[in-house]
């Protein structure tokens, strides 16, 4: 893992103590809340609905042992005993008082974590896949080169004040689970002739204009990387819109601009600065590689393993979803699901965090990795200490075995705690998930993905579920519409609206309707909910979810 | 004729601690039951311009609509409900205060 070097650590050490008078000078009234906010937004702190909101960066959602716990002794200091895992690797505290926030800065400088960038209209915190180094199809570990994206986006001078949030998202595998064509920008790691580059996607992102991202260049060669990433987001800050908040984004600059005049804009920038960069920047990523330079690996049986899955049907069930495909024999990438029938998508109580950090020191080579899709994740495990995992994470409420089921919800905070929200999405997510467990029918379902967001911006990323919840507010009533066929992956797609939303009351028995619709659509078990709706298209599924439009219409 | 005006309280956020307060005749409530209702636009405005110039105190400051039960306000729409009473997955904020009251 990346450690501070001596200029970083000053460079947060500083950064806090500026923000510790920062919020002197508005508690004793020399800063208006108009000067104060942008300030406190640069550090990660919102004023949310009924409370202080932190937001924490998890860089590349990496993080050690040390630093869980840390986060762990956070949430019960300072907050109520938990945090939120957020939809971008983050990590939230929904209810800090202001003058303790710089002490809880100080105590995350001290683990080589902070706030910075989490907010405002900037490069927001550099997201990857979050089965780097681990995953059995990767091409390379995306990490380092998130880092040196980090190192070179924080407090870049020229982009502290675009003219909207910027969000870059890094794979290097070709199963993308990074979400990269929903980005600002989006890395993929490829492979040409031998030489390793990168695939530029720009252009992507969801809220209220969804866009899948459009490929710039289909070969960038490593060394290029910097000065083409700043080369794109000059001229997105030269030709961004400053004027309508709603077409800020770089997406709809290129949408406006066309892709093609981006791509001469940004070639011309990029010929102009190449030569700035004088390999510097490569010097430091060889540092940075060597940072994340894999563990050592061990060579034992998995009998271990192999008896607990014949004689445990629980731990078998649990190993069969929860498991990933290891690139070292023996290995397996283990998926915590924080998503328990019934509970908050993405909460974590302090006594789970520190669960899951002692089984990463203990078994998992002390690193853990906090997923888009709001799970915990211990990258490397040997399969011999699975069953010992299993019992302890069964034991704190962590052994759900439902990863990339139909409980397995993604929801933004939503109007329980959000102030720009329309609506709820956690009970939403929190009924969806015990109705399917009581119908005992998520793993004959099998693979589908729910997202939630409680308002049009979309942080629940709706439009990229199979299925897709957007919570509304239609005349002062909690509305819920729904979308289909959305896609996050390597073949991205946005999901298509089905027609008018429901009730708060209806939404459950409509979600229910449509997965018992879609087992008598598939063609055969195999067949996922995305697969069927691509065969058979929409109409199927709306004349389910409207069997009265239906009716009427006969 | 002029529109009709329906009744309102003052609300904001708390500066140090962030909760949903509300004004009264002579400062500022955690609780909307002691919120002062106002039925008088005029006199609504200058309550809440009065609110805006307490930056020291509160964040945020805007009139709220509000049913009034005899002499009790409760919130008309649901997001001022919510920020009556807390999130809905956990018994924290407000509801948690009232419950040990």
Same mark, same amino acid.
């Given at each position: 893992?990346?450690?501070?070097?001596?200029?970083?650590? *000053?460079?947060?050490?500083?950064?806090?103590?500026?923000?510790?008078?920062?919020?002197?000078?508005?508690?004793?009234?020399?800063?208006?809340?108009?000067?104060?906010?942008?300030?406190?937004?640069?550090?990660?702190?919102?004023?949310?609905?009924?409370?202080?909101?932190?937001?924490?960066?998890?860089?590349?959602?990496?993080?050690? #042992?040390?630093?869980?716990?840390?986060?762990?002794?956070?949430?019960?200091?300072?907050?109520?005993?938990?945090?939120?895992?957020?939809?971008?690797?983050?990590?939230?505290?929904?209810?800090?008082?202001?003058?303790?926030?710089?002490?809880?800065?100080?105590?995350?400088?001290?683990?080589?974590?902070?706030?910075?960038?989490?907010?405002?209209?900037?490069?927001?915190?550099?997201?990857?896949?979050?089965?780097?180094?681990?995953?059995?199809?990767?091409?390379?570990?995306?990490?380092?080169?998130?880092?040196?994206?980090?190192?070179? #986006?924080?407090?870049?001078?020229?982009?502290?004040?675009?003219?909207?949030?910027?969000?870059?998202?890094?794979?290097?595998?070709?199963?993308?689970? +990074?979400?990269?064509?929903?980005?600002?920008?989006?890395?993929?790691?490829?492979?040409?002739?031998?030489?390793?580059?990168?695939?530029?996607?720009?252009?992507?992102?969801?809220?209220?204009?969804?866009?899948?991202?459009?490929?710039?260049?289909?070969?960038?060669?490593?060394?290029? &990387?910097?000065?083409?990433?700043?080369?794109?987001?000059?001229?997105?800050?030269?030709?961004?819109?400053?004027?309508?908040?709603?077409?800020?984004?770089?997406?709809?600059?290129?949408?406006?601009?066309?892709?093609?005049?981006?791509?001469?804009?940004?070639?011309?920038?990029?010929?102009?600065?190449?030569?700035?960069?004088?390999?510097?920047?490569?010097? &430091?990523?060889?540092?940075?590689?060597?940072?994340? *330079?894999?563990?050592?690996?061990?060579?034992?049986?998995?009998?271990?393993?192999?008896?607990?899955?014949?004689?445990?049907? +629980?731990?078998? #069930?649990?190993?069969?979803?929860?498991?990933?495909?290891?690139?070292?024999? @023996?290995?397996?990438?283990?998926?915590?699901?924080?998503?328990?029938?019934?509970?908050?998508?993405?909460?974590?109580? #302090?006594?789970?965090?520190?669960?899951?950090?002692?089984?990463?020191? /203990?078994?998992?080579?002390?690193?853990?990795?906090?997923?888009?899709?709001?799970?915990?994740?211990?990258?490397?495990?040997?399969?011999?200490?699975?069953?010992?995992?299993?019992?302890?994470?069964?034991?704190?409420?962590?052994?759900?075995?439902?990863?990339?089921?139909?409980?397995?919800?993604?929801?933004?905070?939503?109007?329980?705690?959000?102030?720009?929200?329309?609506?709820?999405?956690?009970?939403?997510?929190?009924?969806?998930?015990?109705?399917?467990?009581?119908?005992? &029918?998520?793993?004959?379902?099998?693979?589908?993905?729910?997202?939630?967001?409680?308002?049009?911006?979309?942080?629940?990323?709706?439009?990229?579920?199979?299925?897709?919840?957007?919570?509304?507010?239609?005349?002062?009533?909690?509305?819920?519409?729904?979308?289909?066929?959305?896609?996050?992956?390597?073949?991205?797609?946005?999901?298509?609206?089905?027609?008018?939303?429901?009730? +708060?009351?209806?939404?459950?028995?409509?979600?229910?309707?449509?997965?018992? @619709?879609?087992?008598?659509?598939?063609?055969?078990?195999?067949?996922?909910? &995305?697969?069927?709706? /691509?065969?058979?298209?929409?109409?199927?599924?709306?004349?389910?979810?409207?069997?009265?439009?239906?009716?009427?219409?006969? | 004729?002029?529109?009709?005006?329906?009744?309102?309280?003052?609300?904001?956020?708390?500066?140090?601690?962030?909760?949903?307060?509300?004004?009264?005749?002579?400062?500022?409530?955690?609780?909307?039951?002691?919120?002062?209702?106002?039925?008088?636009?005029?006199?609504?405005?200058?309550?809440?311009?009065?609110?805006?110039?307490?930056?020291?105190?509160?964040?945020?400051?805007?009139?709220?609509?509000?049913?009034?039960?005899?002499?009790?306000?409760?919130?008309?729409?649901?997001?001022?409900?919510?920020?009556?009473?807390?999130?809905?997955?956990?018994?924290?904020?407000?509801?948690?205060?009232?419950?040990?009251?």
């Amino acid at each position: 893992m990346y450690n501070y070097t001596d200029f970083d650590a *000053a460079f947060v050490k500083e950064r806090n103590a500026q923000f510790r008078s920062q919020v002197e000078r508005r508690v004793d009234g020399s800063l208006t809340e108009d000067e104060f906010k942008p300030l406190r937004l640069m550090n990660g702190l919102y004023l949310q609905l009924h409370a202080y909101m932190l937001r924490v960066a998890i860089p590349y959602g990496t993080l050690n #042992s040390r630093q869980m716990h840390r986060l762990a002794d956070i949430a019960d200091r300072w907050d109520k005993g938990y945090g939120h895992f957020t939809t971008r690797q983050n990590i939230q505290y929904n209810w800090p008082q202001l003058r303790d926030v710089p002490d809880m800065l100080d105590a995350l400088a001290e683990v080589q974590m902070h706030a910075i960038q989490t907010s405002g209209n900037t490069i927001r915190n550099v997201t990857a896949d979050h089965f780097a180094g681990a995953a059995a199809d990767e091409i390379a570990d995306p990490r380092p080169v998130a880092e040196l994206i980090r190192q070179w #986006s924080t407090d870049h001078p020229e982009f502290q004040f675009l003219p909207r949030k910027f969000k870059v998202a890094v794979t290097g595998s070709p199963n993308d689970r +990074a979400v990269t064509k929903a980005h600002d920008i989006g890395l993929r790691m490829v492979e040409r002739d031998g030489e390793q580059g990168f695939e530029v996607i720009v252009g992507g992102g969801l809220g209220r204009t969804p866009m899948i991202g459009k490929v710039l260049r289909d070969f960038l060669p490593r060394e290029d &990387l910097l000065p083409y990433l700043e080369a794109i987001v000059s001229v997105y800050n030269v030709l961004g819109r400053r004027d309508n908040k709603y077409k800020a984004r770089i997406k709809i600059t290129v949408h406006e601009n066309g892709l093609d005049d981006i791509r001469a804009r940004v070639e011309e920038r990029f010929a102009l600065i190449r030569p700035q960069f004088t390999g510097v920047d490569q010097e &430091l990523l060889a540092g940075i590689e060597a940072d994340f *330079a894999p563990p050592a690996f061990r060579d034992e049986a998995v009998t271990d393993y192999e008896d607990a899955r014949r004689h445990y049907p +629980a731990f078998r #069930s649990w190993a069969d979803t929860n498991l990933s495909e290891h690139r070292v024999p @023996g290995y397996a990438i283990v998926t915590i699901s924080l998503k328990a029938h019934g509970a908050t998508p993405g909460d974590a109580s #302090s006594a789970q965090m520190r669960l899951m950090a002692d089984l990463a020191k /203990r078994y998992g080579h002390d690193e853990l990795r906090i997923s888009h899709e709001q799970n915990v994740i211990l990258p490397h495990v040997h399969k011999s200490d699975l069953p010992s995992i299993y019992s302890a994470l069964r034991a704190e409420g962590l052994g759900t075995a439902n990863l990339g089921l139909i409980s397995d919800i993604i929801a933004c905070p939503g109007m329980d705690y959000c102030a720009l929200a329309t609506a709820r999405s956690i009970p939403i997510a929190q009924d969806i998930a015990k109705r399917f467990d009581e119908l005992k &029918l998520e793993h004959d379902v099998g693979p589908l993905k729910i997202k939630i967001s409680g308002c049009i911006n979309a942080c629940g990323h709706h439009h990229v579920g199979h299925i897709g919840i957007l919570g509304l507010d239609r005349a002062g009533v909690e509305n819920y519409q729904i979308t289909l066929g959305g896609d996050g992956t390597e073949t991205a797609s946005i999901g298509e609206r089905v027609g008018p939303g429901f009730s +708060a009351d209806e939404i459950i028995p409509a979600i229910e309707r449509l997965v018992l @619709g879609y087992l008598d659509l598939r063609a055969e078990p195999s067949e996922t909910f &995305l697969q069927t709706y /691509r065969r058979v298209g929409l109409a199927p599924f709306k004349a389910i979810l409207y069997p009265e439009a239906r009716a009427n219409a006969a | 004729m002029p529109r009709n005006f329906t009744p309102k309280v003052v609300t904001a956020n708390h500066l140090l601690k962030g909760d949903v307060i509300y004004q009264t005749a002579n400062g500022w409530t955690r609780h909307l039951a002691e919120a002062e209702i106002l039925t008088d636009e005029a006199d609504a405005d200058l309550r809440l311009i009065d609110a805006a110039q307490q930056t020291n105190v509160v964040v945020g400051a805007y009139l709220a609509d509000v049913d009034v039960t005899g002499d009790t306000p409760s919130p008309t729409h649901f997001r001022e409900d919510f920020r009556a009473r807390g999130p809905s997955n956990y018994a924290h904020g407000k509801q948690e205060e009232l419950r040990n009251v």
